[in-house]
């Protein structure tokens, strides 16, 4: 069974670099074609992507985010990472990671609050 879960600090702040991690059980972030995207939702704007990683380890941004937010990851353990730079108040959001691959191969994290106050 496939499961990711995020972890992170709960609290950041304005301009600070956020930093989160999803951890993949159950299956290798490089197997087989596969990507690993970072999501976040807020009430007011619904799901926003962010990024991905592919299983070959290539790197696709949110033209929005790009000049701020990048993708990382360990293989050795099984995670990739998001960092977002000088992030704002507007910020605050529920952040999700995502593996999805063909055939509906499809999971999701379980999601983290992450508030971004000073």
């Known amino acids: 069974q496939v499961q990711l879960w995020e972890s992170g600090p709960g609290l950041v702040k304005p301009p600070q670099t956020l930093s989160l991690t999803c951890t993949v059980s159950?299956?290798?972030?490089?197997?087989?074609?596969?990507?690993c995207s970072w999501i976040r939702q807020s009430p007011g704007k619904g799901l926003e992507w962010m990024g991905a990683?592919?299983?070959?380890?290539?790197?696709h941004y949110s033209p929005s985010l790009k000049s701020r937010f990048s993708i990382s990851r360990d293989t050795s353990k099984n995670q990739f990472s998001l960092h977002l730079s000088s992030v704002t108040q507007a910020e605050t959001d529920i952040y999700l990671c995502?593996?999805?691959?063909?055939?509906?191969?499809?999971?999701w994290g379980q999601g983290t609050q992450v508030n971004v106050s000073s």
């Open positions: 159950g299956d290798s972030i490089t197997s087989s074609v596969k990507t």
């Open positions: 990683i592919a299983y070959d380890g290539s790197t």
């Open positions: 995502a593996a999805s691959g063909p055939g509906g191969y499809n999971y």
